[in-house]
């Protein structure tokens, strides 16, 4: 099983932007736990990152055939982006949301995901841990799931 992770934009910068609200990991440490975590699990998974909106669809596009799963996130694209939700629904991908922060104790336009709807469910406010418990349940759920 090959699962595609998604950073969107930003998400580069993670460890020296707003420590207090997304905490001290960088985006290279938070790939390598992924990665370790994918050996555990008996997976393999791709990391990329864009801060652009276009190349994360091209990405989703281009996933069916090559990834049974995608974990996702999206960054301030989540609150905007309709046509990042479009792909993830047009591809049929099973898809996991994840945020650092708790986007619902936040500002108020930061409570609206339009991922959320297309997805098959959203981790939020546990930290780079978000992204750990977002592989192992897309991971359980494909497993789940295989056809
Ligand atoms: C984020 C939350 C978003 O509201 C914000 O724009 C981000 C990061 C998170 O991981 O907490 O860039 O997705």
Do not use: K
Not at 17 to 23: A, F, H, S
Not at 46 to 63: F, K, M, P, Y
Not at 100 to 121: D, F, K, M, Q, T
């Amino acid at each position: 099983m090959h699962i595609l992770v998604l950073h969107g934009p930003n998400l580069n910068l993670l460890g020296r932007r707003e420590p207090e609200i997304y905490g001290s990991l960088s985006l290279v440490e938070i790939d390598q736990r992924l990665q370790a975590q994918a050996t555990e699990l008996a997976v393999q998974v791709t990391c990329r990152q864009s801060n652009h909106e276009g190349v994360l669809v091209d990405w989703i596009q281009q996933a069916l055939g090559e990834f049974q799963g995608l974990l996702i996130n999206p960054g301030a694209y989540t609150h905007t982006s309709l046509a990042i939700a479009d792909a993830i629904r047009g591809t049929g991908l099973p898809t996991v949301e994840v945020h650092l922060s708790n986007i619902y104790a936040r500002e108020n336009y930061r409570h609206h995901s339009w991922i959320a709807p297309v997805a098959i469910g959203q981790i939020s406010g546990l930290g780079g841990a978000s992204y750990r418990w977002g592989l192992a349940a897309l991971v359980q759920y494909c497993q789940e799931h295989q056809s």
